[in-house]
Nanobody, 124 residues
């Protein structure tokens, strides 16, 4: 399975915005979604957002809903995560992932592949 490639991370001040991109991904037979998870130092991995590749249903974790927007450009086979109103708690490595989305706030039921990640740092 092709490994996704993320870009767009960086350093931003609190209240600022970033847009992450993901390209070069491919789906396995059991995969129905693509999206993002993140991991901060010393913390467990947490789901951020996922989009169903068939019907476009989107899923967000409670701590990003209303601030982050996931979207996909099918023609360019690119996934985006627009992140607004960033705060220091959003600091983490963000990974583009392929797997199965789920509702109820968990975002991911399972993840089958992910990229190398891109660092997002929110600091003044």
């Amino acid at each position: 399975q092709v490994q996704p490639v993320e870009s767009g991370g960086g350093l931003v001040q609190p209240g600022g915005s970033l847009r992450l991109s993901c390209t070069g991904f491919g789906f396995g037979l059991d995969d129905d979604g693509i999206g993002w998870f993140r991991q901060a130092p010393g913390k467990e991995r947490e789901g951020v957002s996922c989009i169903n590749r068939s019907d476009g249903t989107t899923y967000y974790s409670a701590f990003v809903e209303g601030r982050f927007t996931i979207s996909r450009n099918n023609a360019e086979n690119t996934l985006y995560l627009q992140m607004n109103s960033l705060n220091p708690e959003d600091t983490a490595v963000y990974y583009c992932a392929i797997g199965v989305c789920t509702s109820g706030g968990a975002v991911w039921y399972s993840i089958s592949s992910w990229g190398q990640g891109t660092q997002v740092t929110v600091s003044s």
